[in-house]
């Protein structure tokens, strides 16, 4: 039998409707919305068999400091004939020489380690629906003019600008923050997302204000399907299941370059903007 050949191209806005069939043949939430917005804070590659769509990855650069490499899918009619591989080799040139970061199903975790990435941790993935529950009293919403102290707060847990991204969740979503003698101490994202909403990311000082950034959401959205990609070392997981929200599945977290961070952050991140986006 001929086999082909599988040409790589620019991801573009023409190609969204087939990215979208493809995560759906993955089994993933994504709406077109979401892949727009990925899209927009990415760059991106195609793999392409006489004009249909038969792969994707993403790129996303967060300045030069690190970016992640998400949306990779392989149709699962072209799978075993090194695609994975190309796509991710489009995605290094892409990145340059940015330091790595992304999560791994179990599918692709074979390849990864190939590659060079390292295990850094484990991703939760929650989800449900959580009844009328009481608004915490430590959270208020943020304000327009919070944006720049969000976004800093974000650099110092994550440990990369991620500038671009904090100003587009702003555009389709909302913040809430907790504050300390006058100053935002942490703060919580949520928008539309998949079959819902997502709650994420989640910067806090500690456990018991991430709660209460998460319940200030929950709180806002009874009866409202919602999403967390939280993590195992972040300790939120047990306490989100107690909520309704079931741990479902989720990922390895990886990074190339090995990640230490520092002890002393003022501030952690206790839940994902999505797997994608860290």
């Not at 969204?16 to 493809?22: C, N, W």
């Not at 089994?27 to 927009?40: K, V, Y």
């Not at 390849?111 to 929650?126: A, D, N, P, R």
């Not at 009874?222 to 107690?242: G, Q």
Request: charged residues 20%; neutral net charge; contains cysteine.
């Amino acid at each position: 039998m001929q086999t082909r050949q599988i040409d790589l191209a620019t991801f573009g806005p023409e190609h969204l409707g087939a990215a979208i069939d493809l995560s759906r043949q993955a089994g993933w939430p994504h709406r077109s919305e979401d892949w727009q917005m990925a899209l927009a804070l990415s760059e991106g590659v195609v793999a392409v068999e006489a004009g249909r769509v038969v792969g994707t990855v993403l790129m996303t650069p967060y300045k030069t400091e690190c970016a992640t490499i998400n949306m990779v899918i392989v149709d699962e009619t072209m799978r075993g004939r090194g695609l994975g591989r190309r796509l991710m080799d489009a995605a290094f040139q892409m990145a340059a020489d940015r330091p790595l970061r992304l999560v791994a199903t179990a599918e692709g975790l074979p390849l990864y380690k190939k590659l060079g990435f390292c295990e850094i941790g484990t991703v939760l993935q929650h989800q449900g629906v959580v009844g009328e529950i009481a608004a915490p009293t430590q959270t208020e919403d943020a304000t327009v003019g919070d944006l720049h102290a969000l976004t800093e707060l974000d650099r110092v847990a994550f440990g990369a600008d991620r500038e671009g991204l904090m100003a587009y969740l702003a555009k389709v979503g909302e913040f809430a923050v907790t504050r300390r003698d006058g100053r935002i101490s942490g703060f919580a994202a949520l928008r539309s997302f998949g079959r819902g909403d997502v709650i994420g990311p989640v910067v806090a000082a500690d456990l018991t204000d991430a709660k209460a950034l998460v319940r200030h959401f929950i709180a806002k959205r009874p009866s409202r399907f919602l999403r967390i990609d939280t993590t195992d070392d972040s300790n939120l997981s047990p306490w989100l299941a107690e909520q309704g929200l079931a741990h479902v599945g989720g990922g390895i977290a990886m990074a190339k370059p090995q990640i230490h961070r520092a002890a002393d952050r003022v501030a952690a991140t206790f839940a994902l903007a999505n797997q994608a986006l860290g």
